[in-house]
């Protein structure tokens, strides 16, 4: 009997800006999330926060993409949209782009990645859950996770590793999909993986076996509602040791803050800061953008944990650097590269300042 992992999030409110998930819209999904475990639609779940947004963990035997499952977290995030209002939180029930469940949570707003596996005799997952960055923000970790033999070390000198994996990319733009196989196509892959506005990767395939080894959230709200609603906030699960990378070299790519999309409006670059639970809460120009990594053993569809991964002395240096970052990157104000490029930005709230200027301007010719 296979387990599946179904990791569903959003933004439905929080306190002081678009800051802290408040502890009540936990524990509104608490009831939802408990009564199904009791009803045995789900085996186990834990509930947890980056930031302004809600993380539902779910493991159960429905498989991906099942239709249960997704109702329930939408249920549970609308019952605490409900709870947000009433205590006139920021940004209530922001990333619900409906009112009514139409079959499956892709699409209505939430972000959502999902696996389903035979588990192994030991089996280690982090689950990874950003806030105020886009999906693109883990096209560089995975790939070093899964391709680059400077951070993982097991794609050279593991037989379990060394024959690669395949990367499946989403062009978010044009909704279609490739897959490419490194480290064959590494190259190539590479050409559509630098451009994480656009091309991101959504699920990572072992090669000599097909089986998978991480997931993504690619949904991408601003696209999907047609305007500036807020940015991603992505979340991954990643499988690891024993023909994995080792948790080791799962998070060790994390070390260095890479520079993202997102940050204030959704509209700069910025560095991932990589924190422990008790700091993924971004403040300083509504960032800068965080990520936290949580361990889980699965046993018997069940999760055992967390390990906060990033609460770790060794991560001090990473965002000692990243607020370095921020401090040079919030130096150039509205100038790029601190604020996205002009095609990012047509996703954005600019184009309704813009829009005033247009009767303005004249022809050179």
């Known amino acids: 009997m296979k387990t599946t992992i179904s990791v569903i999030k959003a933004d439905v409110g929080s306190v002081a800006g678009h800051g802290l998930a408040h502890p009540a819209l936990l524990d ?73 469940f139409s079959g499956n949570i892709k699409g209505m707003g939430p972000g959502c990645a999902e696996m ?32 680059d033999p ?11 590793l060394h024959n690669g994996y395949k990367f499946e990319i989403f062009d978010v733009m044009e909704h279609r999909k490739v897959t490419m196989s490194c480290p064959e196509e ?48 992505p979340v991954a699960i990643v499988r690891a040791q024993s023909g994995f990378p080792a948790a080791g070299e799962v998070v060790e790519p994390f070390a260095f803050p890479h520079l993202v999309g997102g940050w204030m ?13 008790k700091d993924a809460y971004p403040v300083r120009f509504d960032g800068p953008p965080r990520v936290i990594a949580l361990g889980f053993q699965i046993a018997d569809c069940k999760l055992i944990g967390p390990a906060d991964m990033f609460d770790d002395p060794a991560y001090d240096p990473a965002r000692k650097q990243a607020a370095e970052i921020a401090d040079y990157m919030r130096r150039h104000g509205p100038f790029e590269p601190h604020r996205l490029p002009a095609d990012e930005m ?20």
């Open 346 to 365: 047509e996703y954005t709230s600019l184009p309704g300042v813009l829009e005033k200027l247009e009767s303005r301007f004249e022809s050179m010719e």
């Open 116 to 147: 389903e596996f035979k588990e192994r005799p030991s089996d280690p997952v982090v689950v990874f859950c950003m806030d105020k960055t886009e999906p693109g923000a883990f096209n560089m970790p995975l790939f070093k996770m899964f391709a």
């Open 265 to 277: 409006r959704g509209s700069h670059n910025g560095p991932l800061m990589p924190v422990g639970q």
């Open 28 to 100: 509104k999904c608490e009831e939802f999330l408990a009564k199904a475990r009791e009803e045995e639609l789900l085996e186990d779940y834990y509930i947890t926060n980056c930031g302004d947004d809600t993380e539902l963990i779910m493991t159960h035997r429905q498989g991906e993409e099942n239709e249960e499952i997704h109702e329930l977290a939408f249920n549970a995030f609308m019952a605490a949209t409900e709870v947000a209002r009433e205590l006139k939180l920021y940004g209530a029930g922001q990333d619900l782009l409906s009112d009514t």
């Open 150 to 160: 400077f951070n993982t070390a097991g794609l050279v000198i593991d037989p379990s």
């Open 186 to 233: 590494m190259y190539d892959a590479l050409a559509l993986l630098g451009s994480t506005g656009r091309y991101v990767i959504k699920r990572i395939i072992r090669k000599d076996d097909n089986e998978i080894a991480a997931a993504v959230s690619t949904e991408r709200l601003n696209l999907m509602a047609g305007k500036y609603v807020g940015k991603d906030d």
